[in-house]
């Protein structure tokens, strides 16, 4: 065996990975040479101050952004080239929540948590009924895991903040899927509640086997939920470590009011 081949480091599975990636809108770039990838049935958090490109990079995971420059793979697909068809299959596997929970407020729990089946279904649906009992009945499950099975006949818009987060979840959840990504889960929602949901999140994240991927502001939740944080600082990643043993100096390096390599340059 020559020394290179027995130096060669064999790359860990990644269900996603980004390679050199560049996004800019206009004259603002999101996100500038992000190489990073995530293992496997891990949580990870992307930490970082508002506009750091946060909300960028999950949107690249499943395809709602491409790249201006480089690669992303999520789960084997090249999402940077992946036509309608590849990319509809992709988002099977990849659920969503976000800050603004964004359910139908006028449908009922219920029918929210179907829509989560809706890319597995031929043709537009109109109302609960309209789904097949199998997914009305898997719904039901769905919801009676986040908690909320009394709940189901209510409007969704009639539910407390915390609540609603749970019927994001449970409609991300039917669609039974590898991936789940978190954009600033708990940011609407006052202490007991974004506690709850975390807790939520860590205990369906473990039993699933989920690769979570999760921005977050908020430097202790952050810490208390995941495997590995990844800071973002104005499009650029300064900071990729395991939550444990983070220090504070870690912690300053990603709220650094300017991208680390400025201020070194600033300081040589
Ligand atoms: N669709 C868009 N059009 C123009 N600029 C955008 C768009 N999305 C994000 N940006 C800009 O990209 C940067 C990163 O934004 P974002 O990813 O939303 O950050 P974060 O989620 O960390 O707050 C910001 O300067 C933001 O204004
Ligand atoms: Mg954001």
């Given at each position: 065996?020559?020394?290179?081949?027995?130096?060669?480091?064999?790359?860990?599975?990644?269900?996603?990975?980004?390679?050199?990636?560049?996004?800019?809108?206009?004259?603002?770039?999101?996100?500038?040479?992000?190489?990073?990838?995530?293992?496997?049935?891990?949580?990870?958090?992307?930490l970082?101050?508002?506009?750091?490109?946060?909300?960028?990079?999950?949107?690249?995971?499943?395809?709602?952004?491409?790249?201006?420059?480089g690669?992303?793979?999520?789960?084997?697909?090249?999402?940077?080239?992946?036509?309608?068809?590849?990319?509809?299959?992709?988002?099977?596997?990849?659920?969503?929540?976000?800050?603004?929970?964004?359910?139908?407020?006028?449908?009922?729990?219920?029918?929210?948590?179907?829509?989560?089946?809706?890319?597995?279904?031929?043709?537009?649906?109109?109302?609960?009924?309209?789904?097949?009992?199998?997914?009305?009945?898997?719904?039901?499950?769905?919801?009676?895991?986040?908690?909320?099975?009394?709940?189901?006949?209510?409007?969704?818009?009639?539910?407390?903040?915390g609540?609603?987060?749970?019927?994001?979840?449970?409609r991300?959840?039917?669609?039974?899927?590898?991936?789940?990504?978190?954009?600033?889960?708990?940011?609407?929602?006052?202490?007991?509640?974004?506690?709850?949901?975390?807790?939520?999140l860590?205990?369906?994240?473990?039993?699933?086997?989920?690769?979570?991927?999760?921005?977050?502001?908020q430097?202790?939740?952050?810490?208390?939920?995941?495997?590995?944080?990844?800071?973002?600082?104005?499009?650029?990643?300064?900071?990729?470590?395991?939550?444990?043993?983070?220090?504070?100096?870690?912690?300053?390096?990603?709220?650094?009011?300017?991208?680390v390599?400025?201020?070194?340059?600033?300081?040589?």
């Open positions: 065996m020559t020394v290179a081949a027995a130096n060669q480091t064999i790359p860990e599975p990644a269900d996603i990975r980004f390679e050199g990636v560049t996004k800019s809108f206009g004259s603002v770039t999101a996100l500038d040479d992000v190489s990073v990838s995530f293992a496997p049935n891990k949580i990870n958090v992307l970082g101050l508002s506009g750091s490109g946060k909300s960028t990079m999950l949107r690249h995971i499943n395809g709602l952004h491409k790249p201006t420059q690669d992303v793979w999520t789960l084997g697909t090249p999402v940077h080239s992946a036509g309608q068809s590849a990319m509809r299959r992709l988002r099977n596997n990849v659920g969503m929540i976000f800050q603004q929970f964004h359910l139908v407020e006028s449908s009922s729990v219920l029918e929210n948590v179907c829509t989560g089946q809706l890319g597995s279904l031929r043709g537009p649906r109109f109302g609960l009924w309209s789904y097949p009992r199998a997914v009305r009945e898997a719904a039901m499950d769905q919801l009676a895991r986040v908690g909320l099975a009394d709940k189901a006949f209510q409007r969704a818009g009639s539910l407390s903040g609540q609603q987060q749970r019927v994001a979840i449970a991300a959840l039917i669609q039974r899927p590898t991936v789940l990504l978190a954009d600033e889960p708990v940011a609407s929602l006052d202490p007991v509640s974004s506690a709850g949901v975390i807790e939520l860590t205990q369906i994240s473990r039993e699933e086997n989920l690769t979570v991927i999760c921005s977050l502001h430097v202790q939740i952050a810490l208390s939920f995941a495997d590995r944080i990844v800071g973002l600082n104005a499009g650029r990643v300064v900071l990729d470590r395991s939550a444990a043993g983070m220090t504070h100096d870690d912690v300053d390096g990603i709220y650094a009011a300017e991208p390599d400025q201020r070194l340059a600033m300081a040589v």
